[in-house]
């Protein structure tokens, strides 16, 4: 089967002026499938928004290879790899980051702008809000939502696009349990419609919904 990301021995590595390296992970081998939800878990401050960000090509990791569908993303220059990051993945990061001078459906729409599928995508989005259970929240701006709904919505932003790789940076922090299962089922619905999905988190309910686990010291 198809291998949508790869990590290939990869360390993560923060150079520190006279002091030696931080070093958040080594020798890191992970493999995530189409229709496998591999969770990065570990304390706060272990590293694991950073071996997220390394995932999404937004830094390269210190040592090691980071494939997407087999490709080397050290061969890509920067422009490549946006390219292939707006075709490919979606990225949800912890902060949820919605716009707040928008509307839901319009912070939703965000990533068809650079791609020029805004008109073709309005369907789409409102589909989508349906499915993650907010439908009815549309017209409303981010700041009258809840966490939960904050996060609903974000997720909603990240599948715009009909990512092959969903990489999600601690979905359920700060979220009730009933909330945080909620979050939850989603992307094991995703998982299950054969999205790569790949998660930072410490929350045991959240590791134990994984295919595969990497777990940072
Ligand atoms: N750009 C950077 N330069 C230098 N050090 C960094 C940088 N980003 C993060 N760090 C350090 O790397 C360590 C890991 O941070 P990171 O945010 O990856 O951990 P985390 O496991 O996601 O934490 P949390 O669960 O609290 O979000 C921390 O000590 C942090 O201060």
Known sequence: MS?????DDVTVAYARPRDVPLVLVSG??????PGRLHCVAGRSGSGKTSVLRVAAGLVAPSEGRV???GLD???LDDDAVTRLRRDRVGFLDQAGSLLD??????NVLVPAVPARRVRELGERALALLDEVGIADRASARPGELSGGERQ???LARALLLS????IVDEPTAGLDRTSADGIIDL????RDADVAVLVASHDPHLIDAADARTHLA
Request: overall charge neutral; hydrophobic content about 55%; proline content about 3%.
């Open 152 to 154: 609903r919505a974000a």
């Open 187 to 190: 992307l094991v619905a995703r």
């Open 3 to 7: 291998t949508v990301l790869e990590f």
């Open 73 to 75: 993303l050290a061969g």
């Open 101 to 106: 001078g928008m509307s839901v459906l319009e």
């Open 67 to 69: 494939l997407w569908d």
């Open 28 to 33: 890191c081998d992970i493999t995530v499938r």
């Open 163 to 166: 990512p092959r790789l969903l």
